[in-house]
C-alpha cells in the first residue's frame, strides 16, 4: 500500500478548493472540525488521533498495535472549503505529542483499557509495554489526497419537489486511498520513500 499512496501523490498536487473536480485530487489547507472529538485515552481535543502500543511478551516476543480514530471534517484554504469523510482513511501523522513506557498496571494503564476495547490483547502475560499518540488538531495544516466525490448533504435543505443538496466531499475508493497527512505534499513525500513496506499505516479503523 505504501507504494500505492506515493505514487498517487507523485501524481496528483494539490489543487485550490474553488477549482477542484470530481475524481482522484488533492488540497492543502487548514483542518476544520465538523462535530466534536477528543482522544479517548488523553482527552486531546482532536480530528484524528493514531495510537500505537508496543507490547514485550513473557516468552521475549513483541507484538504491535496501531489503533485510530478520525471524525469528519472540511479542509479550509483561501478558496473555499471541502468536506472529509475520513473512514478508512490512511493518517500519516509526523508529530507524536505523548509517549510513554512502563511495566503492564502502571500509570498508563488507561492505554491498555482503551486498547482491549478496541482489539483483543495476548492473554499471556506481558513484561513491559511502550506507547506513542499522535494527533490532527483544529486549525493544524493538512493535506487531503483521494476521491473526490458529491455525496448528499445532510444538512442541505431538500424537498418533495426539489433533489437532495449535494456537497463535494473527499472519500477512500478501491485502488484510490484516501490520505489525510499533517505535512505538505513536498515535505511528505520525501519522508515515505523511507518506510518500509512492513511500516505502512494502517487504515482509520474507527469513524466518529
Keep these: ?42 482527552g486531546v481535543p482532536a480530528i484524528a488521533m493514531v495510537l500505537v502500543l508496543e507490547l514485550e511478551l513473557g516468552d521475549d516476543t513483541h507484538r504491535r498495535y496501531e489503533l485510530s480514530e478520525a471524525s469528519e471534517f472540511a479542509v479550509e484554504d483561501a478558496s473555499g472549503r471541502v468536506h472529509v469523510s475520513p473512514g478508512s482513511a490512511h493518517l500519516l501523522l509526523d508529530v507524536q505529542y505523548r509517549q510513554g513506557n512502563g511495566e503492564a498496571g502502571s500509570l498508563a494503564a488507561d492505554v491498555l483499557r482503551y486498547a482491549r476495547s478496541r482489539v483483543e490483547l495476548p492473554a499471556m502475560a506481558f513484561r513491559s509495554f511502550s506507547w506513542r499518540e499522535a494527533f490532527l ?29 449535494l456537497r463535494p466531499t473527499f472519500v ?37
Design 1 to 42: 500500500m505504501i507504494q500505492t499512496i506515493i505514487e498517487q501523490l507523485e501524481r496528483i498536487r494539490p489543487t485550490a478548493i474553488a477549482e477542484l473536480k470530481e475524481g482522484l485530487a488533492a488540497v492543502e489547507g487548514r483542518a476544520v472540525p465538523l462535530a466534536p472529538f477528543a482522544s479517548p485515552v488523553s
Design 137 to 165: 488538531e483544529p486549525g493544524e495544516q493538512v493535506l487531503v489526497c483521494g476521491e473526490l466525490r458529491r455525496v448528499i448533504d445532510p444538512g442541505g435543505a431538500s424537498s418533495p419537489y426539489r433533489q437532495n443538496a
Design 172 to 208: 477512500a475508493a478501491a485502488g484510490r486511498p484516501l490520505v489525510i497527512a499533517d505535512r505538505r505534499r513536498a515535505d511528505l513525500l520525501p519522508s515515505l520513500r523511507l518506510i518500509p513496506r512492513r511500516g505502512t499505516p494502517g487504515p482509520v479503523d474507527a469513524e466518529r
